[in-house]
């Protein structure tokens, strides 16, 4: 029973203790005329831009020309497709002893539900689901805060953990099939099995996925944090898109998962593995890259500030809002399959690390501008890996 626990408990994807230019594979990205105004941290005379490297800096998502795509098609920051937060929950509004992020103010929201306490407050109590769901869609040129890839976007907040992070593969496996039956087009799974879990032992999830699949929804998962040679469930599965973490200088960082089946990686900050010989931007003995900021709790009395994160559970929100500006954008035509938003991010992506597909990078760093470009590439012929 105790090995069973262990094997089917989930863990917030973050780790357990605390260059030169990227090659293209895609279309160039283009000058953007849309800068947001959100001001960053006070003593940052650039804004925003001071400390979200994630989304502007040379191994970023290029978020500005993603921005500027989406505008031109009239769904400014992915307006109108609605993505599912599977975690810890959100703060998503003001009652009894919760309160909405005040970054999240100008976020729509659509109805959630709380598999944990069963009711339909999904509530976070620990900040994790915060965080995720502020890269997606935190407020932006609100002249407050910080700034979310997929501002545009609807969060619907489906609470599967609990305040320590944990969750069972069933608990999981009905808050997708819940999100799928009510409209999510994205769902973000911030999480990970244990490397030793297998398919056999999670069948409820496995059929859920396969079921969010069926019904269009691209599901986004965590490669995971033990910087295995192996790919965590869920991300693991079929229909799932698993996500690494490089960090600010364009590395794999030093936690994450990789191994077959790996798809692309994202920012998640952190340090540089010490592991990649033929990568000149992998530097481990240098000062570590920044982390991942969002507004989120920053005490455990819930109070809102700035707090910085590292983890493939900071990865995951960038291709997750990747996925809905692309369906957004209309870029590879109208509610895309699944498949087809997986393979528009592969092909514009990032190519990092030892050329086109490897089990460090899977098909590169995602890029968002790219990736809502009209036109450009197909995926090359190839595997998942």
């Not at 993603?66 to 937060?85: C, E, L, Q, S």
Request: net charge negative.
């Amino acid at each position: 029973m105790r090995r069973a626990l262990a094997l089917l408990c989930l863990t917030l994807a973050l780790p357990a203790a605390a260059g030169a230019h990227p090659r293209f594979h895609g279309p160039l990205a283009h000058a953007a005329d849309f800068v947001p105004d959100d001001p960053g941290r006070p003593s940052d005379p650039t804004g925003w831009q001071a400390i979200q490297w994630n989304f502007v800096g040379p191994f970023g998502v290029n978020a500005l020309t993603a921005w500027n795509n989406v505008a031109t098609v009239g769904r400014p920051g992915g307006k109108g497709v609605v993505v599912a937060v599977l975690d810890t929950g959100v703060a998503y509004a003001t009652h009894g002893k919760y309160r909405k992020s005040p970054d999240l103010s100008k976020t729509t929201f659509v109805q959630g539900y709380d598999f944990i306490d069963h009711d339909i407050h999904a509530d976070d109590p620990q900040g994790h689901g915060t965080h995720v769901a502020s890269t997606i869609a935190e407020a932006t040129n609100n002249g407050f805060g910080l700034t979310g890839l997929a501002f545009g976007v609807r969060i619907m907040p489906v609470r599967v953990l609990d305040a320590q992070g944990e969750g069972d593969a069933g608990t999981i496996a009905k808050g997708v099939r819940w999100a799928v039956r009510h409209g999510a087009k994205v769902i973000n799974l911030s999480l990970e099995f244990s490397t030793d879990v297998t398919a056999s032992e999670i069948p409820a999830l496995i059929k859920a996925i396969d079921y969010a699949h069926a019904k269009g929804a691209v599901v986004v998962a965590a490669s995971g944090n033990e910087a295995y040679t192996a790919v965590a469930y869920p991300a693991r599965a079929n229909y799932v898109i698993s996500v690494g973490a490089t960090t600010e200088h364009g590395c794999l960082a030093d936690y994450s998962n990789q191994g077959r089946g790996l798809d692309l990686v994202a920012p998640g900050g952190g340090g540089d593995t010490d592991t990649m010989p033929d990568d000149p931007d992998c530097r481990p003995d240098d000062t570590p890259g920044h982390d991942i900021s969002q507004i989120t709790y920053v005490d455990a009395k819930r109070h809102f500030g700035i707090d910085r994160e590292e983890g493939t559970s900071m990865a995951v929100p960038h291709v997750s809002a990747t996925a809905a500006l692309i369906i957004a954008s209309g870029a590879i035509g109208k509610d895309p399959r699944p498949t087809a938003v997986l393979q528009r991010m592969e092909a514009t992506a990032h190519d990092l690390g030892a050329p086109g597909y490897d089990t460090a990078y899977g098909w590169g760093l995602v890029d968002a501008g790219a990736a809502t470009t009209p036109g450009g590439p197909a995926r090359p012929a190839g595997t998942r890996g």
